[in-house]
């Protein structure tokens, strides 16, 4: 296993860290860090309210005298949102002094960890969209184990559930693509013939018929990166590097199912509705000729 590194910080950067390990961080997660002689929460964060349906900023209700260290151990800090006034967010943390040894020398270092918060993480924070799209799929609860699994410092498990939704998908548009592959001078794949395919050879069909109002032209195919992406986060990176990695694809992921399943759907009923058409005319003509 990687042993995580001591971070040389000064107060200044060290109030940014804090304030982005409350924001974004998993539960658990641990910050080693020395030089900075801070020791405390920054009085402000960003962070959204459900009662404002949107980010806000958060203030802890009592500022304590700049500067003045917590205590070391286990410790709460309550926030309430500036807005409303009426939403409070719980932090739960430890922040203490260590020592371990590297290279046979014995090296002091801080460490701060988050170990709980109410609410939750935004594990449910997924956009209208994105919900409305995988609604009553098991994509739907397979992405929210993704997050969180995220949540909890397990960013290897979440991407494996990011890959499997993405796996899901690419026989769906590539059924309801197939008229796509004729204007591209391809030949159409039955049912039978799409299942037979490997995902890799899934990935390659799908770079060429992948719709352009989810790709534009010059730029990757999504389902191809996010795909090699959670690969190599399953099978290389370590779980912080899986960790900005997931928070990387998830902007990219979510967009791209908010739009695709909606497109897909519309397109697959626009396909069917267009193959009656001809048997509308001919039974118009044929109640036309009886009357």
């Not at 590194?5 to 060290?14: A, G, H, S, V």
């Not at 209208?128 to 992405?143: I, P």
């Not at 039955?190 to 010059?218: C, H, M």
Request: hydrophobic fraction near 35%.
């Amino acid at each position: 296993m990687t042993e995580k590194k001591i971070e040389q910080i000064d107060n200044d950067r060290l109030e940014a860290k804090l304030t982005e390990i409350l924001q974004t961080w998993p539960l658990y997660r641990e910050f080693k860090y020395s030089g900075a002689s801070l020791q405390h929460l920054p009085d402000e964060i960003k962070y959204f309210c459900d009662q404002c349906d949107k980010e806000q900023t958060w203030r802890q209700p009592t500022l304590r005298p700049q500067r003045q260290a917590d205590r070391a151990g286990f410790q709460q800090r309550m926030f309430r949102c500036l807005n409303c006034k009426a939403q409070m967010l719980y932090f739960a943390y430890e922040w203490s002094n260590k020592t371990e040894q590297r290279d046979g020398k014995s090296v002091p270092y801080f460490l701060f960890r988050k170990y709980g918060q109410v609410p939750m993480l935004e594990e449910e924070k997924i956009s209208h969209e994105l919900e409305e799209a995988l609604k009553g799929t098991d994509d739907l609860k397979f992405y929210k184990k993704a997050l969180r699994l995220r949540n909890f410092d397990n960013a290897i498990g979440a991407m494996a559930y990011m890959r499997r939704v993405i796996e899901s998908h690419m026989g769906e548009m590539l059924e309801i693509l197939n008229e796509e592959a004729r204007s591209k001078g391809l030949q159409p794949l039955s049912k039978e013939e799409i299942a037979a395919l490997k995902f890799s050879q899934k990935v390659e069909r799908a770079k060429e018929l992948f719709p352009a109002i989810i790709k534009p032209e010059n730029y990757p195919n999504p389902f191809e990166q996010l795909y090699k992406l959670t690969s190599d986060a399953l099978h290389n990176l370590s779980e912080d590097e899986s960790i900005l990695l997931f928070d990387q694809c998830r902007t990219v992921f979510e967009y791209v199912f908010s739009e695709l399943r909606p497109h897909l759907k519309k397109k697959k009923k626009f396909l069917e509705d267009l193959q009656k058409l001809p048997q509308l005319g001919s039974a118009a003509k044929k109640k036309a000729s009886a009357a």
